[in-house]
C-alpha cells in the first residue's frame, strides 16, 4: 500500500514561491509506469490537477500553471516536490500529492489511486 505525505510551510508571503515536499513509502517513485502527482483545493472550490513527474521523471503541467511550476523528485530518499513561484492569495489551498501505479491516464485528479492527508498553504501577508 502507497503511502504519502506532504510536508512544507503553511504561511507563504505574496510573490515568494510555495515549496513542498511529498515522502512516499510502501512504493518506490521509480516503478514502471507510476506517476506521481500534486493537486489543490481551493477554499469552497474543486480540485485542481498541477502537473506530475512520471517514473521516468518527466514531467507536465497543466497548461494555466505551468509558467510558475516546477515539479522535481529525489529517488534516493523518494519524495518529489513541487515549486510554485509568484504565489498571489489566490493560490491558498489544500495541497494534495497524489499516485497512480498502473497504466493509463494521469492528467487528471480522478486518474490516482493513492492521496496524501493534504496540507493547507495559505498565501497572506
Known amino acids: 500500500q502507497v503511502q504519502l505525505q506532504e510536508s512544507g510551510p503553511g504561511l507563504v508571503k505574496p510573490s515568494q514561491t510555495l515549496s513542498l515536499t511529498c515522502t512516499v513509502s510502501?512504493?518506490?517513485?521509480?516503478?514502471?509506469?507510476?506517476?506521481w502527482s500534486w493537486i489543490r483545493q481551493p477554499p469552497g472550490k474543486g480540485l485542481e490537477w498541477m502537473g506530475v513527474i512520471a517514473y521516468d521523471g518527466s514531467t507536465y503541467y497543466s497548461p494555466p500553471l505551468k509558467s510558475r511550476t516546477s515539479i522535481s523528485r529525489d529517488t534516493s530518499k523518494n519524495q518529489f516536490s513541487l515549486q510554485l513561484s509568484s504565489v498571489t492569495p489566490e493560490d491558498t489551498a489544500v495541497y494534495y500529492c497524489?499516485?497512480?501505479?498502473?497504466?493509463?491516464?494521469?492528467?487528471?485528479?480522478?486518474?490516482?489511486?493513492?492521496w496524501g492527508q493534504g496540507t493547507q498553504v495559505t498565501v497572506s501577508s
Open positions: 510502501g512504493g518506490s517513485i521509480t516503478t514502471s509506469y507510476s506517476a
Open positions: 497524489a499516485a497512480k501505479t498502473s497504466r493509463g491516464s494521469y492528467l487528471t485528479d480522478t486518474d490516482y489511486d493513492y
